[in-house]
């Protein structure tokens, strides 16, 4: 299915660089196109992403900046993850949540002073909700969109990559935290981050016309390391359990629902919003959670309906996200199962698409090759 | 280029419809699908619009409801719209801002009671905006997406199409009014509104469940009208001057930018937030304005970049939407012009990208063939 183009759907300072290098499909995420394919098929690209290293246009995850007296203070409201110790440097997952605990988004959160905040957002206009707070909240910070646009850097070899570019002290920055590195004259945020379990940098490139320069830098570098363009791989992400905002979490679901407990900090005096309601599901026991799933037959499609999980007829849950798996040789699934039906092993029927019902049985996350 | 499916770009009740009358290509409009091909050209479709009727799946137009004690205050509060003598059963295309007065959407507000709305908003998550302002306002309304899903009907055959399926009192609905239409035991709303200039209607589906029976029941109707699938047509906008938010406004505009001063009630005493700023740009005198815009040359690539245009190298504008008009022969643009320059009959070099700088001339909104 071809994807229109317009100025709706953003261009990034990588577009014309991932478009020379034989981009085949994209997504859209915060209203700006991610590259999702190349010429590679999935599977290739999953095998290679594990064993080298990638450069991935992520300019789509677009930064929230808080700035001011009252950053903090927002900041922390937005979050039920205790930002009371966070570091300057440091990099924080963070579940989203508003006055009902419901899911808003799970970005990471740069602490870039004390009164500076970037929230790396998935697929929300997270902005609106800041802003809104802020005005109704009348609190002395300024919400923007800063022109920042992340380029990833994924793979076993991304240390060498970027250590030839960025400097040795790239190899120092430990994970989930940033370093300002020296960039022709710029210094750019550097953070040990990305969206896959390989390892590997975030460099968030703060101006739109420098970021042409940063890519071809990478790209130069990377003679003998098998560096190639990529794109977060589904069957790695399922794999390793790696959540996505719109797909396995919506406003439907709590942080609870998201596995993200240890992420929410319930006990005490911390005050954020959705507090309430938070410990109300936590007290009831939340009632469905994200599993793993491996099934049977023939590679599946893309899962664009939630697909149902049945036993006896009855469901008991329901499919996110799915992909075949060469290491399993199995279709693998990131799945939301009710309570009773959510230990490793119990076995279910999964309704895709296609027709027919398929065997599959409730993996824990990460996925383990038995 | 390939759209990667996945749920976190949602169907609509339309999407297996519209799969299997042959769509080709999509938009995403609100983390929603929006059929944006099918297999006739632009053009063809552009000659159909005016001549017949189509039907259109625009699911992806999600509602932002406002409800309770506060739900006409905050409605106001987001729009510098006069909403004071809305009606009840009135639809109002409403310019939403922010305190500094920059454009965040530009809804069409559904008044279904006096402490009950719709927004019917275009590609941002006003949702979040409106509950941010509710939370930090404590105000008294809920704000929620309800299952609501849009489907249009446009064309000159509108009328006879809709009224085969809701009866012929939907020839007396008034332009940018609704009314309450039965279907198979269900009452829908009905708006006479929609995203072209060929007349017709938008229906308020209000399950989704419902949809694809709604979907069936007009395509079925249509014998002898010509009927066949269709979506926003970029030829028929673009003459027609209906904007595009994301495309021809962002947050970097006001709403006199966008030619929406008709819609700003900056005397007396009407709250809205931005107000004393938008009362500021209109003191000073806004800076430019979109504009219509006929240039030379082949037909044009899509507009994926701004333009820049030009008058002896000095830039005073850029384009936002271009595509080429059978009717005028040449390529027609939507275009943000400087004050100084935004004149009909003003001439400016355009900078497409491929590569030569065209002729094209200032046009006033909307186009008229000369």
Redesign the interface.
């Given at each position: 299915?071809?994807?229109?183009?317009?100025?709706?759907?953003r261009?990034t300072p990588y577009?014309s660089r991932v478009e020379a290098l034989g981009?085949?499909?994209?997504?859209?995420v915060n209203?700006t196109i991610l590259p999702?394919?190349y010429a590679r098929t999935v599977e290739e690209d999953y095998w290679h992403l594990k064993s080298r290293v990638q450069l991935w246009d992520v300019g789509c995850q677009r930064q929230v900046e808080l700035r001011g007296a009252d950053a903090a203070r927002l900041a922390q409201l937005m979050t039920p993850r205790d930002l009371r110790r966070a570091q300057v440097g440091q990099c924080l997952y963070a579940p989203m949540i508003?006055?009902h605990a419901a899911m808003?988004n799970d970005p990471i959160i740069l602490k870039l002073a004390e009164d500076h905040f970037w929230f790396s957002i998935s697929?929300?206009?997270?902005l609106?909700?800041?802003?809104?707070?802020?005005?109704?909240?009348?609190l002395d910070v300024t919400v923007e969109?800063p022109d920042v646009w992340p380029l990833a850097v994924q793979g076993p070899k991304a240390d060498d990559l970027v250590a030839r570019v960025f400097g040795e002290q790239v190899r120092g920055i430990n994970f989930f935290c940033f370093k300002k590195c020296e960039f022709e004259g710029h210094e750019l945020l550097v953070a040990r981050s990305g969206f896959s379990k390989q390892g590997g940098f975030e460099i968030y490139v703060d101006a739109f016309a420098l970021g042409g320069e940063v890519w071809d830098a990478l790209w130069q570098a990377g003679d003998g390391l098998g560096l190639s363009p990529g794109c977060p791989n589904l069957i790695e992400r399922i794999e390793g359990g790696l959540l996505?905002?719109?797909?396995e979490m919506t406003?439907e679901n709590n942080p609870l629902e998201c596995g993200l407990e240890k992420y929410c900090q319930l006990d005490g005096s911390l005050e954020f919003?959705g507090k309430a309601a938070l410990i109300e599901v936590a007290k009831n026991g939340h009632k469905r959670e994200i599993r793993g799933l491996i099934f049977d037959g023939d590679p599946c499609p893309?899962?664009?309906?939630?697909w149902p999980l049945s036993i006896d007829n009855r469901q008991v849950g329901y499919v996110?996200?799915a992909i075949w798996s060469p290491r399993f040789e199995k279709n693998i699934a990131l799945a939301m199962l009710d309570r009773e039906y959510w230990d490793h092993g119990t076995r279910v029927a999964v309704a895709t698409v296609d027709g027919h019902q398929r065997d599959g049985f409730v993996s824990n996350l990460p996925m383990e090759v038995q």
């Open positions: 299915m071809k994807l229109q183009v317009s100025l709706r759907q261009a577009t981009v085949s499909g994209f997504s859209v209203h999702k394919a508003d006055e808003l697929d929300a206009d997270m609106l909700w800041a802003k809104g707070l802020a005005f109704g909240m009348d969109e996505s905002y719109g797909n406003r919003i893309a899962c664009q309906y939630r996110t996200s």
